[in-house]
């Protein structure tokens, strides 16, 4: 009998050798993953599975230093295991991009889920951002009918993951600056969240026909200044023919040739 009985346990021992290397060749996985910042916070969300039974702790590295970690008890092989945890004041590098590109260097997020009682069984999930960057669209050329005043588009999108207000400025750049009169060059955003677009009107009078100028566009952070776009966009006008032009428009011509010759003499 006793025989038997000692049978029975070395079975069982057997039965869960076997069974012991499946639990540890697996390996903790996530199947959701999500992130948000602020100047202040930058708080990690996730869910894990594991086929082990024990816990999953999950630590956060922010750009390899700074970090924050949770530990999800055990509740059953493969029960999906959610938590977050938060990095305090986060030390994101700001460096602008060498490219020229207008936002920051890359900033590396790491998160590693891991067996509590094996910390070698574990799995790593890895995600790049930007603090800070602009995405601007504004067209490369204008042709305005001489004498009018045309709208040039500009279109700023928040691109980083950090809220920012930008600085919008057009400046007539030459050859001939006093060619061109620009109206509502400097303007501002309202607070942009991350993806959050707004639009910009700036008004652009050619005051002479036959001649090419320049217009520099700018978008600035106000945040971090030396995330920038800057453009040249070039303008030549268009002549108006005589029958477009009433009384009005004919003193406009006559004032605007005097303020021109002005500058000229």
């Known amino acids: 009998m006793q025989c038997n009985n000692l049978a029975l346990v070395l079975s069982v021992f057997a039965i869960l050798a076997l069974e012991m290397p499946a639990y540890a060749a697996a390996q903790p996985t996530f199947v959701s993953f999500s992130f948000s910042t602020t100047a202040n916070q930058l708080n990690v969300n996730w869910i894990t599975e594991y086929s082990g039974n024990t816990s999953v702790s999950v630590e ?9 970690s949770y530990t999800t008890p055990f509740q059953y092989p493969g029960a999906p295991r959610g938590g977050s945890c938060t990095i305090i004041y986060p030390n994101y590098t700001t460096t602008p991009d060498p490219s020229g590109l207008p936002r920051t260097v890359a900033n590396q997020l790491a998160c590693t889920a891991y067996n509590t009682s094996n910390p070698s069984i ?11 960057a602009i995405e601007v669209s504004v067209p490369a050329s204008m042709n305005p009918t001489v004498g009018d005043t045309q709208n040039l588009l500009i279109t700023v999108k928040n691109n ?13 750049t030459g050859p001939t600056p006093n060619l061109l009169v620009v109206t509502g060059g400097a ?7 991350t993806n959050d677009v707004q639009q ?10 036959g001649k090419s ?24 006008g268009t002549d108006k023919s005589l029958p477009e032009f009433d009384a009005f428009g004919v003193l406009q011509i006559i004032a605007m040739a005097a303020l021109f010759a002005s500058f000229l003499f």
Do not use: E, H
Not at 60 to 68: D, F, P, S
Not at 122 to 132: A, D, E, G, L, Q
Not at 160 to 172: K, M, P
Not at 200 to 209: E, H, N, P, R
């Open 122 to 132: 574990n799995t790593t999930k890895s995600v790049s951002f930007y603090p800070r």
């Open 213 to 236: 100028t320049t217009a520099n566009a700018t978008v600035r952070s106000k945040s971090q200044p030396t995330i920038q776009f800057s453009m040249l966009v070039s303008v030549k």
């Open 187 to 193: 303007q501002s955003t309202q607070s942009l969240d």
């Open 200 to 209: 910009f009107y700036v008004g652009l009078t050619l005051l002479v026909s």
């Open 60 to 68: 956060c590295k922010l750009n390899g230093v700074q970090n924050c």
């Open 160 to 172: 980083g993951t950090l809220t920012d207000n930008y600085t919008v400025s057009v400046i007539s």
